[in-house]
């Protein structure tokens, strides 16, 4: 029997080759070799292995720079098997959560993604009812199955999602191409919303290690999010202040559903970090809050650990 590791670390020359090749800037080049150095020094610093967790970092960059081609279908595939070999190698979850992080988070600082107008009440309202069904399903799994199983299947929807979001560029014509795009923003690739989604959720995954926190922060960026801009797009009152784009209706939305569905389930921890949560989405900054809130909610939970 040949060992999968040895192949696995071929295959990882061959696309680190590959991606270099296919630099096309400096400041890409700078960009990539930042998160993969950064990669290396945080797999060292857990005690893990660095090669195959840069592997990760290098795979997943490369499946965010072919998005919407044939190779983006190929590298989404070869990530699957990334995933079950990780796995039987004994890296844990939350580390391979990591490794997908940086290597799908080079690509969005790149193209500078950020949130767009909505184009359609109608097509914001399904987007949003959909992410909010899907924020339900998530909380529940990690708050009824093991946590170790409910970030493997969070990690495989990742996968399956970035999979049919590729399936749906390359094959504008088939139903489920049409059925995506019936959910995408006007003036926007598809999936980019997902992406950010994506991202938020590999933060948590990855560098939380309290269930209970993991869990506000789903409720931050699935439900709490849907909810203020179905209610923001319908509000006539008052603009923040400070940015007004945003609403208060709906940054009041945002924090009532940070604090009292996690309240609910786990007490007082969750009325602190809506505060924080509810103001950090309220700002108006460039990156999307779907990444930012978890963002924040991560350095504050490292803050919390190291003052307990």
Known sequence: MVPLIPILYL????LLVYRIANITSKKE??????????????????????????????????????YGSREGLFFVVLGFAYFIVSLYSGIAVY???????????????????????????KTETSRDIVQIAFGILVIAMFHFLRPELSESVMITLILLGYLAVNYGIVRKETNLAKRLYALEREYTSLGEGATWLALGSLAAIGFVFHVKYMMIIFSAIFIADALATIIGIRAKGMKLPYNKKKSAAGTIAYFAVVAIIPYLLYGVIALPVAIIAAF???LPLKLDDNLSVPVVLVVLHFLLRFLQ
């Open 11 to 14: 295959i990882s020359f061959s």
């Open 95 to 121: 580390l391979i959560a990591q490794a997908m992080l940086l290597g799908l988070a080079p690509d969005a600082i790149l193209k500078g993604l950020k949130a767009h107008k909505v184009s359609s009440k």
């Open 280 to 282: 950090v989405e309220s």
């Open 29 to 66: 080049a700078a960009i990539l070799a930042a998160f993969i150095v950064f990669g290396a020094a945080l797999a060292l610093y857990q005690s893990t292995n660095a090669l195959l967790f840069v592997s990760i970092v290098i795979l997943f960059d490369l499946i965010t720079a072919k």
